[in-house]
């Protein structure tokens, strides 16, 4: 099997001749650290939003070669919503969102455009035009559809809160101004559809909507409100994507566990990450047997960060044990490739996850 053909199997719940081999994000730091293994032509360590068209052509290539190194089955191309450098390490993306960048994940937003139902009517979302989609172009140009191009586009509820600035302005108006929050929501979704609508020509295989709704103890808004604010908007969308022939994967940290069963009812053919504090994988995977695919979990927390190489291994195969019996399973991190990863540890869970990851798993007949 090509790694496409093994992640959109794995995806689409059957079992593959392997355990597919993913994970969401490898932002700039992990990139250079880990291509450092690999070849001396590394590029320089800066933030995307201190790159020039040379220096971005050079991360890609070099994430580019991790993929090929670490014979990865798929491999995320954000949507490209910009990065307008205002001052020292604060920006501005398309959609009017100030965020301050930091070296440890995704930029967070802190103020947005929208303040009050006013600026909601007078907003005019940015045209999605090719350039949303061009780390996806590059990387169907590059890979000619050996691997699984994933395409990552925020979820609503993400945008939604990004847009007010703070994910607390949000949550208010689910309470105060339910108007208000539904009518941000639309937008929001608007704005994903227009991305999902072009994913098949710029080469997509399959998207992920990142957008975290739960934390370690619960979701971070009641499941009654999750229902009603965010469930059909991911219905929508998930209609959409898979009218145009594409899968589905939801990505939130947390426990999922009170609004997993809604998840599955939406349609989205994969859960990422199943969190290890949080959520339990064999349970999980038990739960969307013949309903979704499960991706994850190796904790990106605490073990890829401070454990060894060995504790690595033994965390990759005993996780395979667990989840991949019957298929419908991807191996990723607990959440992505983050700086604190050790580059050795990043390197050990994929190589791990080949050696152990042949069906039939352990030697057992699959069933």
């Given at each position: 099997m090509t790694g496409k053909?093994?992640?959109?199997?794995?995806?689409?719940?059957?079992?593959?001749?392997m355990v597919p081999i993913w994970d969401l994000a490898f932002n700039e730091p992990s990139i250079v650290n880990i291509a450092k293994h690999f070849t001396d032509n590394?590029?320089?360590?800066?933030?995307?939003?201190q790159m020039d068209a040379n220096d971005l052509v050079a991360i890609m290539r070099a994430l580019f070669l991790i993929a090929e190194e670490l014979d990865l089955d798929g491999l995320t191309m954000?949507?490209?919503?910009?990065?307008?450098?205002?001052?020292?390490?604060?920006?501005?993306?398309?959609?009017?969102?100030?965020?301050?960048?930091?070296?440890?994940?995704?930029?967070i937003p802190f103020d947005g455009p929208i303040k009050t139902p006013a600026d909601l009517k007078s907003y005019k979302p940015p045209k999605v035009d090719d350039s949303w989609l061009m780390a996806a172009m590059f990387a169907k140009s590059h890979f000619k559809g050996r691997i699984a191009n994933v395409l990552m586009m925020p979820d609503p509820f993400k945008i939604s809160w990004a847009l007010r600035g703070e994910m607390i302005n949000t949550l208010i108006a689910y309470i105060d101004n339910p108007a208000f929050a539904?009518?941000?929501?639309?937008?929001?979704?608007?704005i994903c559809l227009a991305v999902f609508e072009r994913a098949?020509?710029?080469?997509?295989?399959?998207?992920?909507?990142?957008?975290?709704?739960?934390?370690?103890?619960?979701?971070?808004?009641?499941?009654?409100?999750?229902r009603e604010y965010l469930k059909p908007r991911y219905k929508e969308i998930v209609d959409v994507v898979h009218a145009a022939g594409l899968p589905a994967i939801k990505h939130s940290d947390g426990n999922l566990n009170a609004i997993l069963d809604d998840l599955l009812e939406i349609g989205f053919d994969?859960?990422?990450?199943?969190?290890?504090?949080?959520?339990?994988?064999?349970?999980?995977?038990?739960?969307c047997a013949g309903r979704a695919c499960v991706i994850g979990n190796i904790d990106c927390v605490d073990l890829l960060t401070s454990g060894s190489v060995e504790e690595v291994e033994r965390t990759v195969k005993?996780?395979?044990?667990?989840?991949?019996?019957?298929?419908?399973?991807?191996?990723?991190?607990?959440?992505?490739?983050?700086p604190d990863v050790k580059p050795e540890n990043a390197i050990a869970m994929f190589r791990a996850a080949r050696r152990h990851g042949a069906y039939p798993i352990g030697g057992a007949v699959e069933k």
């Open positions: 053909e093994r992640f959109l199997t794995a995806l689409n719940r059957g079992t593959p001749d590394v590029p320089p360590l800066k933030l995307l939003h954000p949507t490209l919503l910009g990065r307008e450098h205002i001052e020292g390490d604060i920006i501005k993306d398309r959609l009017g969102v100030i965020q301050h960048v930091g070296w440890h994940g995704d930029p539904h009518d941000t929501a639309k937008l929001a979704t608007e098949v020509a710029a080469g997509v295989d399959a998207v992920v909507l990142p957008g975290d709704i739960a934390m370690n103890e619960a979701t971070i808004m009641s499941p009654a409100h999750f994969a859960v990422h990450p199943i969190q290890p504090q949080c959520m339990d994988i064999a349970e999980t995977k038990k739960k005993e996780t395979i044990e667990i989840a991949a019996p019957g298929g419908g399973y991807i191996l990723s991190s607990s959440n992505t490739i983050h």
